[in-house]
């Protein structure tokens, strides 16, 4: 009896360790490519919502699949303000597998990506509360320059003459994360490597690696309480980070606040209007430079769960 249950253990062993090893090896493989690196970054304050915009890891975290929109109006009332339009779709695949999609489409003033990909993560369990996760990405995207639409003081400058594009470039990215169960949860990604290249060194771009941390806090059975933040750090540029806490009502209805470092601060309202349709809105005041120009900025996002 004693044989039976140690060659049991040992093969529960081995089958832990060939998938942790595959987790790892996944990682490793998208690391290998990367010959430089850079980020365009594009801004979101429903990060907890949809945590896949910045790391592929979490696809298929949830049982549930889902299909995510959001819009983003930043700085209304502002000339050539950002505006970005992304979906993304979180799809469980098997019980350790999780494949995605995400579009994307972010314009401000002459600058505008879009970008398509895919994801594709992989779960273990490390014991009966903690998970580990890994993710990669790869897709497409581009990069344009316009300028027609300027109005220079100075006209004649060779380098805001004609608009630039990189055309459709390859571009790849990774994310871990460890969690316990549907509480704390601690991710690393970087969701694309490879900068744009537009022929000119006038042009530059920075690799971002972004940091989350959460949790979920139960504080009576019809109230959770969910903090988080998100770090952004790159070489040779200022760390920033969000603070978020929202209040979760009756499973159903969410109230919060979030606050951007020297940026801005917010709030967030959200509704689980049908079982498959959630609300979401965030309305932001900056507190930077930009408060003498614009006094909002508005995001929106649409979760349509695929319950059966």
Known sequence: MKASIDFNQRVDQFKWTKS????????????????SMAQVESMYSSYRLNPQILSPTHVGSDSVSDITVINRQQWVGVEGAPVTYAISGDFKFKQQNGIGFNAMYDQAGPVKVTAISGDYAYHI???EQWRLSGGIRAGFSNLSLDFAGLALVHDGDALFSGSRSTG???NTGWGLKINKGDGFFLSLSQPRLFKYDLGSG??????YFYTMVGTKLKLNDQINLYPSAL???AKDVPLSWDANVYAQFHNRFDVGFNYRHQDSWGAR????ATKKIYVGYVYEMPTSAMSKMSLQSHEIALRYSLVK
């Open 20 to 35: 942790l090893l595959t987790l790892v090896s996944l990682v490793l493989l998208t690391l290998s490519a990367q010959t």
């Open 168 to 170: 459709l470039l390859f």
């Open 125 to 127: 369990k490390l014991n």
């Open 202 to 207: 006038s042009y530059k771009d920075v690799a």
């Open 231 to 233: 770090f952004r750090s």
């Open 269 to 272: 309202l959200g509704v689980q």
